[in-house]
């Protein structure tokens, strides 16, 4: 995935704990491995060939991309979902130690409500191409590697850079979205995932101003972040979670 | 542009014009007794429109970020004098309205100069009652004391982030291809983010469940959660998508945020604005 433009990270342990969406190095854009299907897209959006030619030789290992126009936006809200719904699925199958009965109840509440937007896409994008499952993000695969399910820390700093990641790319990814019932859709779900990040960062910093925190909302015009699908999905391939490769070549 | 005049302009029908200006309204209100007329009106239900919002003036970016600005010096006018009250004990509940006060600030100076750079007049302040004509004292103003001030702080705190919500996300269509949209997103989160702090600083969950107020919430405010009962997201049921709690009514409900019309923002904050 493209590399080095954004990168997600907990940026130490400062008084107040906070948590940066650090903007560093420079993007090289579309270079790299994964660049070869760049043209294989859909063509039209969320206008699927009426009579798509049968692959002559399916190859099992081909690289899945996102598409352009609003069903390579909606494929790319689904690979967010993916992520966290896989990721909370496993915090709530395995809480960390000693949880406050407030923090199962908010990461059971974002369990539910992940897994419920990751299945709406799926049956939106699904319904959008006529079945045509070719064009739907698969199933991703995922892996943590040393995130320590059992440590309250990692877990709810890991949750609250996922959260503050969705809002910044649904917001960026807004004015992708030519169909106005899409751009409806998106609004609906990204200030749920607002008020996700709200909660977490509360619960890692407890009575501070870090629900909507300076690190995170511009104070000089009170705007939370919007990054490009390109941005996010470098910072999102920089932790290594998703493990299925699949492409973006179509979006900004 | 005077207020009065944009919100005409932007219900078209609305609130105000006709016969029945807005100074009508609360005149008759108040020869019936003002406070006690106001303290029954439910937000939202001041005025009511009985249009469907589609009109010549109200769907275009101008009209959406006049709305968003009338909204915006509701909120940042309240919170000043929340701070300003001695209601707010220390603390958190200081710490947040300190927060939430100057980003209400930044988005009305984002607004204005956004609208001044498209070589539009924003709309004026309006003049804000946030009694609502005497049903609330939510500063202590007039003796409720600080206990019911506090509480009231509180739910009209939520009742506007929540609101503030609903509202961006109904001009979010208005703002389809203008330059503007995807700030009109940026703050819209930030709403969002708001609510659900406020929502958990008074016990709540920080998102929306079913249509509930919420315990503690005056029933005046029902208004601000009607239709967030909706389970039907592009034509999906999301309570037919499993069989779990993931899709359950409370969490089908909780995870999709509903829209607001503008007619709707602008019914409820009318409760507040004086002229």
């Known amino acids: ?252 | 542009m005077n207020i009065i005049k944009f919100l005409d302009g932007f219900t078209n029908e609305s609130l105000l014009n006709k016969k029945a200006s807005r100074r009508d309204m609360f005149g008759s209100l108040g020869s019936m007794g003002k406070k006690a007329a106001l303290a029954a009106i439910p937000f939202g239900m001041a005025a009511m429109p009985k249009r469907t919002f589609a009109q010549e003036s109200g769907n275009d970016p101008v009209s959406a970020l006049q709305l968003a600005l009338t909204l915006e010096y509701l909120e940042d006018e309240f919170y000043d004098l929340a701070l300003q009250s001695g209601v707010l004990p220390s603390g958190r509940p200081e710490t947040v309205y300190m927060q939430i006060s100057k980003h209400e600030q930044a988005h009305v100076d984002f607004l204005i100069s956004g609208l001044e750079g498209a070589g539009v007049t924003p709309v004026e302040k309006p003049t804000f009652d946030f009694t609502a004509g005497g049903a609330f004292d939510p500063f202590n103003e007039y003796g409720v004391g600080q206990e019911t001030a506090y509480a009231q702080l509180l739910a009209l705190a939520q009742a506007f982030e929540d609101t503030g919500v609903r509202a961006y996300k109904g001009q979010a269509g208005n703002l389809l291809g203008s330059d503007f949209l995807t700030a009109a997103l940026q703050i819209h989160a930030v709403e969002a983010m708001h609510a659900s702090e406020v929502r958990r600083l008074r016990g709540l969950k920080g998102w929306i469940t079913n249509n509930e107020r919420g315990d503690g919430m005056p029933e005046a405010t029902q208004a601000v959660y009607n239709g967030e009962e909706n389970v039907t997201q592009g034509g999906v049921d999301v309570t037919t998508l499993g069989s779990d709690a993931a899709f359950s009514m409370e969490a089908s409900t909780e995870a999709y945020d509903e829209p607001l019309s503008g007619d709707d923002a602008v019914a409820i904050a009318s409760l507040f604005i004086v002229e």
């Open chain 1, 1 to 252: 995935m493209k590399k080095n433009i954004v990168r997600v990270e907990p940026i130490g342990k400062s008084t107040n704990r906070r948590r940066f969406l650090k903007l560093g190095g420079l993007g090289v854009v579309g270079a790299g491995l994964l660049v070869a299907c760049s043209d294989d897209d859909n063509g039209m959006g969320m206008m699927p060939d009426p009579d798509p030619e049968p692959d002559p030789d399916p190859d099992p290992d081909k690289i899945f991309d996102l598409g352009e126009g609003d069903l390579g936006v909606l494929n790319y809200a689904y690979a967010l979902e993916q992520l966290e719904a896989d990721f909370y699925t496993k915090v709530v199958n395995s809480f960390y130690g000693n949880i406050s009965d407030e923090e199962r109840q908010v990461l059971t509440d974002l369990y539910y409500h992940e897994v419920n937007h990751r299945d709406f896409f799926k049956a939106a994008i699904t319904a959008a191409v006529d079945g045509n499952t070719d064009l739907v993000l698969p199933t991703l695969e995922f892996d943590y590697g040393n995130l320590d399910f059992g440590n309250r820390e990692q877990v709810l700093t890991t949750a609250s850079v996922l959260e503050d990641t969705g809002v910044a790319a649904y917001n960026g990814a807004g004015r992708l979205i030519a169909d106005p019932n899409y751009l409806l859709i998106a609004g609906k779900i990204v200030s749920v995932e607002a008020r996700h990040a709200s909660a977490i960062r509360t619960l890692l910093n407890p009575g501070s101003a870090d629900f909507a925190g300076d690190d995170y909302v511009t104070a000089s015009n009170g705007l939370s972040a919007a990054l490009d699908p390109s941005a996010i999905l470098a910072a999102v391939g920089d932790t290594g979670f998703i493990t299925t490769k699949f492409t973006a070549n179509n979006l900004p």
